[in-house]
């Protein structure tokens, strides 16, 4: 009984943490756009495709750079692998999308959730 506690607690807590650290990124990569004035209103905004896939570029160097520090699940894989890959950029999207300054492209959902898809996807 204590094993099933423990999955789940495990399951349930994996994409939150991922979600944390893909925030905690997000956040910096913004707080670097702002830094060098790369905003929304002073730059092209470009196709959205293009954007959307430089957006999960980013994301996957960054799940390839955390690998580096992190190379283990955290938790050990439950029967629900995958569910990181929607989880967590849903997630990430919400809780980027809510953040008041909306200066930068990667603060909106979709690129946030662009960004979280390539993290989760190398990460998984």
Do not use: C, N
Request: charged residues 15%; proline residues 5%; hydrophobic residues 55%.
């Amino acid at each position: 009984m204590e094993d099933l506690i423990f999955e789940l607690l495990a399951a349930l807590l994996e994409p939150l943490l991922e979600v944390l650290l893909e925030v905690v990124i997000g956040e910096l990569l913004a707080f670097l756009w702002r830094a060098l004035s790369l905003s929304m209103e002073d730059s092209s905004p470009g196709s959205a495709v293009v954007v959307t896939i430089f957006y999960v570029g980013i994301g996957m160097m960054t799940g390839g750079v955390t690998l580096l520090f992190l190379p283990h699940p955290l938790f050990h894989p439950w029967k629900f692998r995958g569910i990181s890959l929607i989880v967590s950029p849903i997630v990430t999207g919400l809780i980027m999308s809510r953040i008041e300054m909306r200066t930068v492209q990667i603060e909106s959902f979709g690129y946030a959730a662009a960004f979280a898809l390539g993290t989760a996807f190398i990460r998984l």
